[in-house]
């Protein structure tokens, strides 16, 4: 059904909700995957114009992505990793073009009315920008147990 899934991490609690259910998806329609994540410091969003190095934050951000390919690539599948700057959610619908993906797998935070106007929602935006089908799975902060 997919043969390849843009699945979008935000570099936070949130994308385990996304991992969790991309790997079972593409384990089952055999996909491969590419994780994106779209750095927005003033560095990545301005490092092509102005030919800067990667910042500290994007050399983090490509650690990030990395080690969870690893984890899915030790689940047996293929994945590849882009690392973006500029706007999220533009930058996420090229990816899906660019990519060849024919899904777009992405963790959402559930915001409602005030908070989403606030905040913005990338998840809606990317909806709005691409023809590619977007599945949307709704993340939760992991809670700090204390005993």
């Not at 609690?13 to 384990?27: G, N």
């Not at 533009?90 to 559930?110: F, K, N």
């Not at 409602?112 to 599945?135: C, E, Y």
Request: aromatic letters at 4%; charged letters at 25%.
């Amino acid at each position: 059904m997919y043969t390849r899934i843009l699945v979008p991490l935000e570099c936070s609690d949130y994308d385990d909700a996304i991992i969790t259910h991309v790997r079972e998806l593409a384990l089952l329609c055999q996909s491969s995957l590419v994780l994106i994540h779209v750095a927005d410091g003033w560095a990545a969003r301005n490092q092509q114009g102005l030919v800067l190095r990667e910042s500290d934050e994007m050399k983090r951000d490509r650690a990030y992505l990395e080690s969870r390919a690893d984890v899915l690539e030790g689940a047996g599948l293929e994945v590849e990793c882009v690392l973006a700057g500029g706007d999220p959610a533009s930058e996420i619908a090229i990816a899906a073009e660019r990519e060849r993906c024919d899904l777009v797998a992405m963790s959402t935070h559930g915001h409602k009315g005030v908070q989403d106007f606030i905040r913005g929602s990338v998840a809606n935006a990317v909806r709005h920008q691409t023809t590619v089908p977007v599945l949307m799975v709704r993340g939760a902060v992991r809670r700090l147990q204390i005993e």
